[in-house]
């Protein structure tokens, strides 16, 4: 398939640019410093998605079958790039016509407020004694901004008309692909305290063309 891969030189980023090339797609990466991409055959745009206009992603988006996107915060001086750079990306989809996208948001999103989501629930239904009472509050309380900015890209997505799947992942690690993770719809998974950067992508990737997924949140954990 023609897929265009969003910050590709992030964590998730570069699993999904080495497995979606392993797997034979045939790949354009965007990312704000191309020069630190991994040394594949893909085609490579620079943008940084906090400025970037519409207009100049579309040559990157036009004819993919897919968009897959790992953009999220590096540091506190890129909060807000999630939802901006979503916006900029759904865009350009849709001036080219391009309806499938995949992103990544987080575990606890669920259950974080946003314009077009005020009154999400307080619990989400996977979550259990330990994330729900002890280890969110404080997670949201120094992950406030960076939230804030994923429940903007998720109501990005969901006013959009595109083909979304929000993937939402507990804790990451850098362990090795192992295909071997759990999956829900619109809910966090029991007990799923981690799950690798590359068992993320493996599930984006393995969703690419499957309708059952379009519009959902799915989480994705060990
Ligand atoms: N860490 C966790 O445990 C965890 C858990 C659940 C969910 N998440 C979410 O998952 C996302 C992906 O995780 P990850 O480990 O792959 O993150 P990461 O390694 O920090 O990658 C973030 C990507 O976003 C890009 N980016 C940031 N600002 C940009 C801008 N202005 N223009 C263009 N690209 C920009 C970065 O580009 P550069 O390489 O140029 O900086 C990088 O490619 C996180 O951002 C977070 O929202 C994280």
Same mark, same amino acid.
């Given at each position: 398939?023609?897929?265009?891969?969003?910050?590709? /030189?992030?964590?998730?980023?570069? $699993?999904?640019?080495? $497995?979606?090339?392993?797997?034979?797609?045939?790949? /354009?990466?965007?990312?704000?410093?191309?020069?630190?991409?991994? +040394?594949?055959?893909?085609?490579?745009?620079?943008?940084?998605?906090?400025?970037?206009?519409?207009?100049?992603? $579309? @040559?990157?988006?036009?004819?993919?079958?897919?968009?897959?996107?790992?953009?999220?915060?590096?540091?506190?001086?890129?909060?807000?790039?999630?939802?901006?750079?979503?916006?900029?990306?759904?865009?350009?989809?849709?001036?080219?016509? *391009?309806?499938?996208?995949?992103?990544?948001?987080?575990? #606890?999103?669920?259950?974080? @407020?946003? #314009?077009?989501?005020?009154? #999400? +629930?307080?619990?989400?239904?996977?979550?259990?004694?330990?994330?729900?009472?002890?280890?969110?509050?404080?997670?949201?309380?120094?992950?406030?901004?960076?939230?804030?900015?994923?429940?903007?890209?998720?109501?990005?997505?969901?006013?959009?008309?595109?083909?979304?799947?929000?993937?939402? @992942? @507990?804790?990451?690690?850098?362990? #090795?692909?192992?295909?071997?993770?759990?999956?829900?719809?619109? $809910?966090?998974?029991?007990?799923?305290?981690? *799950?690798?950067?590359?068992?993320?992508?493996?599930?984006?990737?393995?969703?690419?063309?499957?309708?059952?997924?379009?519009?959902?949140?799915?989480?994705?954990?060990?």
């Amino acid at each position: 398939m023609k897929l265009t891969i969003f910050a590709a /030189t992030g964590g998730i980023g570069r $699993q999904l640019l080495g $497995q979606a090339i392993a797997a034979g797609h045939d790949v /354009t990466t965007v990312a704000r410093n191309p020069r630190g991409l991994s +040394p594949v055959p893909a085609r490579a745009v620079a943008a940084d998605l906090a400025s970037a206009d519409p207009a100049a992603l $579309q @040559p990157a988006v036009a004819g993919a079958d897919a968009v897959l996107s790992a953009l999220g915060p590096r540091t506190k001086a890129d909060a807000g790039v999630a939802a901006r750079g979503t916006e900029v990306i759904t865009e350009a989809m849709r001036a080219a016509g *391009v309806r499938r996208v995949i992103v990544v948001s987080a575990a #606890p999103i669920g259950t974080i @407020p946003s #314009p077009g989501r005020p009154h #999400p +629930p307080r619990h989400d239904p996977g979550d259990g004694f330990i994330i729900r009472y002890l280890a969110d509050p404080i997670v949201k309380r120094a992950l406030r901004a960076h939230y804030a900015d994923l429940a903007g890209m998720e109501d990005v997505l969901r006013d959009s008309d595109l083909d979304w799947t929000i993937v939402r @992942p @507990p804790r990451l690690t850098d362990k #090795p692909v192992t295909g071997r993770y759990r999956t829900a719809y619109g $809910q966090n998974i029991r007990r799923g305290v981690f *799950v690798s950067r590359a068992d993320v992508a493996h599930y984006m990737l393995s969703v690419l063309d499957n309708p059952e997924t379009f519009r959902r949140t799915v989480g994705v954990a060990n």
